[in-house]
């Protein structure tokens, strides 16, 4: 007899496309081969190869995914059609899956939320982002707003259990209308500080022409407008103004780089700016989070932050706003560094540079806040994934006395 829990990991988007929701279904994945009594299978809508886009992304992940079919939508996702999708039905129809957990609220969710309800297994929602801003930066705040907030209101609702990685993300769910109790699952990191980091830093030293004590913040992610860069960039004006020597390394890409590129030379602060564009290699980015004083997160779209997670696993301290949703596991001055909230009496740029300019002047505080980022705001992706195990088996088990 098998006692494995089967389950079957849901997104609207995933490779060669990714983003926060991505890596976690991923990472759930890959933690549960570990795992004997769980197992995971991803599905997912059909995405075309990057290098090739007359053909299909081929997946080589170590464990199954399903694609189904899918249209084109805004900013390179895709919408996934699986109930006009035969070959997708015929495959689901012969599998057994014990619970279905749903990590974005679309399309795929609307499909397996009724599934779920007809076949009579566990669905679990997880919320990661910040729908209402997308929305209202891509169709204003009118009727196509509203539309796709009640939709995606009601795929959630459908679901049988809700999950947030943040409290803060919790809260931001409950004002969509989320009617479930809401688990607070947090996201961890794949990184883990290496045994050749000096080798690492030097490398990135050599690449870059860095000088070893010149300062090195670092953005990871994408550039996008509600990742708030603009602010960086003002903060970074600043503390050049101050006379503070600095270079800042910029790993993503995104729509809005062509208009910082702009900014930097009008700030006159191309000299002092790296673009790398995207690190798909996990050394070589922990290379730079290794060689990096400080990680700037000026966004407050953001429900967790997994680059936070992955810098505070190479003893890399981040900067942010104290009031935005990831500052919850900071301590200012502690793990971290928090710049108070904006208002009507502040200048954020100001405020931003005190913050960064102190922590590259007290080199011996910094050098214990990397400390206690590591020992504090880390969490591995093996101790999450223990934890969304022990979810699983609570609901199964529930599911199963229930029916």
């Given at each position: 007899?098998?006692?494995?829990?089967?389950?079957?990991?849901?997104?609207?988007?995933?490779?060669?496309?990714?983003?926060?929701?991505?890596?976690?279904?991923?990472?759930?994945?890959?933690?549960?081969?570990?795992?004997?009594?769980?197992?995971?299978?991803?599905?997912?809508?059909?995405?075309?190869?990057?290098?090739?886009?007359?053909?299909?992304?081929?997946?080589?992940?170590?464990?199954?995914?399903?694609?189904?079919?899918?249209?084109?939508?805004?900013?390179?996702?895709?919408?996934?059609?699986?109930?006009?999708?035969?070959?997708?039905?015929?495959?689901?129809?012969?599998?057994?899956?014990?619970?279905?957990?749903?990590?974005?609220?679309?399309?795929?969710?609307?499909?397996?939320?009724?599934?779920?309800?007809?076949?009579?297994?566990?669905?679990?929602?997880?919320?990661?982002?910040?729908?209402?801003?997308?929305?209202?930066?891509?169709?204003?705040?009118?009727?196509?707003?509203?539309?796709?907030?009640?939709?995606?209101?009601?795929?959630?609702?459908?679901?049988?259990?809700?999950?947030?990685?943040?409290?803060?993300?919790?809260?931001?769910?409950?004002?969509?209308?989320?009617?479930?109790?809401?688990?607070?699952?947090?996201?961890?990191?794949?990184?883990?500080?290496?045994?050749?980091?000096?080798?690492?830093?030097?490398?990135?030293?050599?690449?870059?022409?860095?000088?070893?004590?010149?300062?090195?913040?670092?953005?990871?992610?994408?550039?996008?407008?509600?990742?708030?860069?603009?602010?960086?960039?003002?903060?970074?004006?600043?503390?050049?103004?101050?006379?503070?020597?600095?270079?800042?390394?910029?790993?993503?890409?995104?729509?809005?780089?062509?208009?910082?590129?702009?900014?930097?030379?009008?700030?006159?602060?191309?000299?002092?700016?790296?673009?790398?564009?995207?690190?798909?290699?996990?050394?070589?980015?922990?290379?730079?989070?290794?060689?990096?004083?400080?990680?700037?997160?000026?966004?407050?779209?953001?429900?967790?932050?997994?680059?936070?997670?992955?810098?505070?696993?190479?003893?890399?301290?981040?900067?942010?706003?104290?009031?935005?949703?990831?500052?919850?596991?900071?301590?200012?001055?502690?793990?971290?560094?928090?710049?108070?909230?904006?208002?009507?009496?502040s200048n954020p740029a100001e405020d931003w540079?005190?913050?960064?300019?102190?922590?590259?002047?007290?080199?011996?505080?910094?050098?214990?806040?990397?400390?206690?980022?590591?020992?504090?705001?880390?969490?591995?992706?093996?101790?999450?994934?223990?934890e969304v195990a022990d979810f699983y088996k609570?609901?199964?088990?529930?599911?199963?006395?229930?029916?």
């Amino acid at each position: 007899m098998n006692d494995k829990i089967r389950v079957l990991l849901v997104s609207d988007t995933y490779y060669p496309k990714f983003d926060g929701p991505v890596l976690v279904m991923t990472h759930y994945a890959k933690n549960f081969l570990d795992m004997p009594d769980i197992e995971a299978q991803i599905a997912a809508p059909r995405a075309p190869d990057p290098d090739n886009p007359k053909a299909d992304y081929q997946d080589t992940q170590p464990f199954p995914v399903h694609r189904c079919k899918s249209w084109s939508a805004q900013e390179g996702y895709r919408m996934g059609l699986p109930n006009q999708d035969a070959g997708f039905k015929k495959w689901l129809k012969s599998e057994h899956f014990d619970l279905i957990h749903c990590h974005s609220p679309f399309t795929m969710c609307n499909f397996f939320g009724k599934y779920g309800k007809k076949h009579k297994i566990p669905t679990v929602f997880t919320f990661h982002t910040k729908f209402h801003e997308d929305f209202e930066r891509l169709l204003g705040k009118g009727f196509r707003y509203r539309v796709m907030m009640r939709y995606i209101k009601n795929n959630i609702n459908r679901m049988d259990y809700a999950a947030a990685v943040s409290n803060g993300s919790a809260n931001v769910l409950r004002n969509y209308g989320c009617r479930k109790e809401i688990t607070v699952i947090r996201n961890g990191a794949d990184l883990t500080y290496p045994d050749n980091a000096p080798a690492l830093v030097a490398e990135i030293n050599e690449k870059y022409n860095l000088k070893k004590d010149e300062n090195i913040f670092i953005s990871v992610g994408r550039i996008v407008s509600n990742k708030n860069l603009v602010l960086a960039f003002q903060a970074l004006k600043v503390i050049a103004d101050r006379g503070h020597d600095f270079k800042f390394i910029i790993i993503g890409d995104g729509p809005e780089e062509t208009a910082l590129q702009a900014l930097s030379k009008q700030f006159g602060l191309e000299d002092k700016i790296i673009w790398t564009g995207k690190i798909m290699d996990r050394q070589i980015l922990a290379a730079h989070y290794l060689r990096a004083d400080l990680l700037l997160l000026p966004s407050m779209f953001d429900t967790s932050s997994l680059v936070l997670l992955e810098a505070a696993a190479l003893k890399l301290p981040t900067v942010m706003f104290e009031n935005c949703i990831p500052a919850e596991v900071i301590t200012d001055q502690i793990n971290g560094f928090l710049v108070r909230a904006q208002n009507e009496n502040s200048n954020p740029a100001e405020d931003w540079a005190d913050k960064v300019i102190w922590a590259i002047t007290h080199k011996e505080e910094l050098a214990q806040i990397k400390e206690n980022a590591q020992k504090q705001v880390y969490k591995s992706w093996a101790s999450i994934a223990s934890e969304v195990a022990d979810f699983y088996k609570k609901i199964v088990a529930k599911y199963k006395h229930k029916t």
